[in-house]
């Protein structure tokens, strides 16, 4: 780059620093930078067009266009040039804009005159604040240099803006950048309604120093952060020890990024024209972030992101914030983050009243934790990261997967109402918590709960549930650095069958694969994990793990019942196989003299459709089975149950699978073994009146679904529903939803 042009840049940087400086309200402060703009870039018109909300864009300041038309020009986002330019977060440059598609001409601002047109993105790290244009009445198309000045102009007006440069006198009328009321819509990741406020995973970095005038001193700062934060990667990637395959890939297009010459020049050519070493870091961020919204290909936005991760954490070594900035946690604490681990999220705890994600999965790791603490989660938020400070209101909506931050008034009173309507009724479910689950015909039906948690017990006695008739033991696992060893495993578990007094737990073993993956073990690359090398796969192929998961249950069970159940059986030997080892450690805890359990019983999650079609003596030789129906349901219907375009599509009460049901319901009964259904749609009042109507007579679900399940039960003559379904059957439907929602209307 040409020296007089970089110092050019410098001089007019050096301005707009100065009058961020000097005293003074954000209007005039804005008069001053599009004159200096207009004088260093040698054209007749500087303007500054901000967003006056998230889809308008509003003229704020100008040189060389009508001033009568500042605060009343607006253009809609993609509107004219402008709005073109605001929409893709890329720069115009054209020496003939009449002749440019799109092009819209605003009279009240005397533009005609003006032929050549030069707008760039006012953005910072993704949100966009506005748009900078220059013009000139010479039809000339403006050089790469001047595209690129003009850019980082328009970066260290981002930043002036964060730093509240231009709220002044006029606020009203000036850029009001986290302050709209702006609603997010996601997905459910965990029901739930909250209000409460925000705390950041990940607090925005300031930047308080955008512009620099010694560029060397700059470049050696920057050099020396990157010197630190390659050494960091370098380190943190020697520790993963990752194996072979796509991951092991990854990882080193990380460390790629981390070494990329490019990267690293192209920041220093910014550097050279003005920008702190800050600023420089936080424009390639910037531009990466634009790239990411528009990239479609799954791998170039994974790679995106990495980028992202690693300009966050230069930006923090060179300024020296961390995580922690000081901030004090709110009471009523809304966690936003862009992803989160379930270790993480584990350590906030029950502090939390709900969690907003950009990205998650309704299996994440995330998910399962926040489902354990029944803390609302809305994933999918997108940008939310961006547009959220620490301490804006926040109200999530986990039942829509919808979010509304600094909302109006009116819908904040609207969500309370909401609120206040699920509170009432807990507190009536709450009076039915001693009374058992009895039909008006007289069946009762066993609630128990689902668990994953130490956190999750109390809640055995708070909502009145009978037992636990799945604890999911992932969590344990996924939590740590490693395999945790048999001694802290059987503390644990004996810590849950102490605080369940008495009620049956019912254990199942390590369910890894699919989308629960250890830190600690190989990725595999399988192009199909849910129905991968998962579950009682590898219990059964690599046995150490699950030997020693079995003897930490038998040690924590000791003069008390003992229920183990396997996961994912899909054929009846695997279910001899593990039920043998389960015996083997037995036996070996009897050789070395450990006292027993006074009881083992030994279980199958049936989720697999073809185990409803095993031998009979499967069903005999099992001391009960569970009906996993998130899984069953996935196979049963090829949808993936983690795919939200194909998730919601098949019913649970889909006629086909109803019979599926019944067929298991009357295997079971055949062979005289217990049977319980213990997937997501057991919490769900009209899945389980028909769960129990069909013959299901225990069912286990999120603790806080047992009160208005319970409610529903006492109400319902189940051998009438169960006549109406029949009816249904027999004259062809296809789906039950209808007939049964219908019945309960009128009954
Ligand atoms: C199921 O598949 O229904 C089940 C209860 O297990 P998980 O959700 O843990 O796979
Ligand atoms: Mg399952």
């Known amino acids: ?418 609120m206040a309507m699920q509170a009432e009724a807990q507190s009536r479910y709450a009076g039915l918590r001693d009374l058992p689950a009895t039909s008006t015909c007289g069946t009762t039906i066993q609630l128990y709960m689902n668990a994953g948690l130490m956190a999750d017990l109390p809640s055995l006695e708070s909502s009145g549930a009978e037992g636990v008739g799945l604890f999911r033991t992932e969590l344990q696992f996924l939590t740590r650095t490693r395999v945790p060893r048999r001694g802290e495993l059987a503390a644990l578990y004996a810590h849950v069958l102490d605080n369940a007094h008495g009620k049956p737990v019912m254990f199942r073993t390590l369910d890894i694969g699919s989308d629960k993956v250890l830190p600690y073990m190989k990725p595999q690359d399988e192009p199909n994990p849910a129905m991968g090398w998962r579950a009682i796969r590898v219990g059964l192929d690599k046995r150490g793990v699950l030997r020693m998961q079995l003897q930490a249950l038998i040690r924590a069970a000791v003069g008390r019942p003992l229920y183990v159940m396997f996961p994912f059986v899909t054929e009846m030997n695997e279910f001899e196989e593990a039920h043998r080892l389960l015996m083997e450690q037995i036996a070996r805890e009897q050789r070395l003299g450990h006292a027993m359990p006074t009881d083992v019983r030994v279980g199958a999650m049936l989720e697999t459709p073809s185990l409803a079609f095993a031998p009979r003596k499967f069903f005999e030789m099992c001391d009960f089975i569970s009906v996993g129906g998130n899984d069953l349901k996935q196979f049963f219907f090829a949808a993936d149950r983690e795919n939200e375009r194909v998730r919601r599509r098949y019913d649970a009460l889909n006629t086909s699978f109803i019979c599926l049901l019944e067929q298991i319901l009357q295997r079971c009964n055949e062979a005289r073994v217990p049977v319980s259904f213990c997937g997501e749609d057991a919490g769900r009042p009209i899945e389980a009146v028909t769960f129990a109507a069909l013959g299901f007579r225990r069912l286990s679900m999120r603790p806080a679904s047992i009160g208005p399940v319970k409610h529903l039960i006492r109400r319902t003559d189940l051998s009438e529903l169960k006549a109406a379904i029949d009816a249904a059957r027999a004259a062809g439907e296809t789906n039950l939803r209808r007939t049964v929602t219908d019945w309960l209307a009128r009954n």
Request: one cysteine or more.
């Open 1 to 418: 780059m040409a020296e007089r042009k970089d110092s050019d840049s410098r001089k007019l940087l050096r301005r707009l620093r100065e009058t961020l400086a000097a005293p003074g309200g954000g209007q005039d402060r804005l008069d001053q930078i599009t004159h200096h703009i207009a004088d260093s870039m040698g054209t007749q018109v500087c303007s500054i067009y901000l967003f006056r909300d998230a889809d308008t864009l509003e003229l704020c300041a100008t040189e060389g266009l009508n001033p009568e038309s500042v605060h009343k020009t607006r253009l809609r986002l993609g509107e004219g040039l402008v709005g073109r330019v605001a929409r893709t977060g890329r720069h115009v440059n054209t020496a003939n804009a009449p002749a440019e598609p799109g092009f819209r001409y605003m009279p009240e601002t005397g533009e005609e005159i003006f032929s050549s047109f030069l707008g760039v993105p006012i953005q910072r790290v993704g949100e966009k604040l506005g748009v900078l244009v220059v013009q000139s009445r010479d039809a000339r198309q403006f050089s790469e240099d001047e595209v690129y000045g003009l850019d980082v102009v328009a970066m260290v007006l981002a930043e002036m803006a964060e730093l509240g440069a231009f709220l002044g006198t006029q606020s009203d009328s000036l850029p009001p950048a986290h302050r709209f009321p702006t609603m997010f819509r996601g997905a459910t990741g965990q029901e739930g309604v909250a209000e409460g406020r925000v705390w950041l995973h990940e607090p925005r970095v300031v930047v308080t120093n955008p512009v620099a005038d010694d560029p060397q001193k700059e470049k050696a700062r920057l050099g020396e952060a990157v010197a630190m934060l390659r050494t960091t990667v370098d380190s943190m990637l020697a520790e993963a020890d990752m194996g072979k395959g796509d991951s092991a890939e990854v990882m080193e297009t990380y460390r790629m990024f981390a070494h990329s010459r490019s990267w690293m020049r192209r920041m220093e050519e910014t550097i050279d024209l003005g920008l702190s070493a800050e600023a420089a870091v936080e424009k390639e961020q910037s531009q990466a972030r634009a790239r990411l919204e528009s990239a479609a290909d799954p791998y170039l936005r994974d790679r995106l992101h990495d980028l992202d991760d690693l300009s966050n954490r230069l930006l923090r070594i060179l300024t020296g914030q961390g995580r922690d900035t000081g901030a004090e946690m709110p009471d009523d604490p809304i966690l936003i983050a862009r992803n989160i681990g379930p270790a993480e999220l584990l350590d906030y705890g029950r502090k939390l009243r709900g969690v907003v994600l950009e990205e998650g999965s309704v299996g994440s790791h995330a998910a399962i934790v926040a489902r354990a603490l029944a803390i609302p989660l809305v994933i999918h938020a997108e940008r939310i990261t961006t547009e959220a400070l620490n301490g804006d209101p926040i109200l999530v909506d986990g039942d829509m997967g919808i979010v509304h931050l600094r909302p109006e008034e009116s819908v904040a009173k609207a969500f309370r109402d909401k």
